[in-house]
């Protein structure tokens, strides 16, 4: 059997459409190999280092600078909301506090707290103009 | 024995006419292989599959 033939006769034709069947199925697969294997690398954390990644969010990150989102906007949407409805969605969403204790804390109702807290909501929703964020 | 016999003989689930297909088209599937200049076992034997697959699925 010859490795390289002179594409003349039949079967050194077949050979040759063969090899380049084998080919491109032989291409695609490694398409699909290394596609596959980034996506089990991107979700795959090896050790700590998670943390190091740059862009990531941690806890550390709220409790150090609260104001600093990776949306520009969210920032100065969030500056012009009130006061005490800024420090209830803070509360409420970075230090995961109920109502009920927030309630408590500021002399409000309960409902006077989550009315406060959808307000800031529907306003940052409204100035972001994208509602895929469910809170 | 001429490919296109060797090929009949794959497609008919003839062992060892697909054991020499593979040995045949193994230095090609060895290159391919190589994932940045390192040999990557896990590929050949995807590619040696893939292999068997074309065996089966090409047309004479």
């Known amino acids: 059997m010859k490795f390289w033939n002179s594409g003349k006769g039949e079967s050194n034709i077949l050979q040759n459409q063969f090899t380049r069947y084998l080919k491109t ?111 | 024995m001429n490919f296109k016999e060797l090929l009949l003989r794959a497609q008919a689930e003839d062992q060892q006419a697909k054991e020499k297909l593979l040995s045949l088209y193994q230095p090609l599937l060895m290159k391919e292989a190589v994932v940045n200049g390192v040999f990557d076992e896990d590929v050949y034997q995807e590619l040696c599959i893939t292999l068997l697959t074309c065996i089966k699925r090409f047309k004479v």
């Open chain 1, 25 to 135: 199925s032989i291409q695609r697969k490694k398409v699909d190999l290394f596609r596959a294997r980034s996506k089990v690398y991107d979700h795959e954390c090896f050790d700590d280092s998670w943390q190091d990644i740059p862009g990531l969010i941690t806890v550390d990150v709220y409790f150090n600078s609260p104001a600093q989102f990776d949306t520009i906007g969210l920032e100065q949407i969030l500056r012009q909301i009130e006061k005490r409805d800024r420090y209830i969605f803070y509360a409420h969403v970075l230090d995961e506090r109920t109502f009920t204790e927030l309630a408590a804390e500021l002399g409000l109702t309960y409902k006077g707290v989550t009315a406060a807290y959808y307000r800031v909501i529907h306003k940052i929703r409204d100035a972001l103009r994208g509602d895929e964020y469910e809170f």
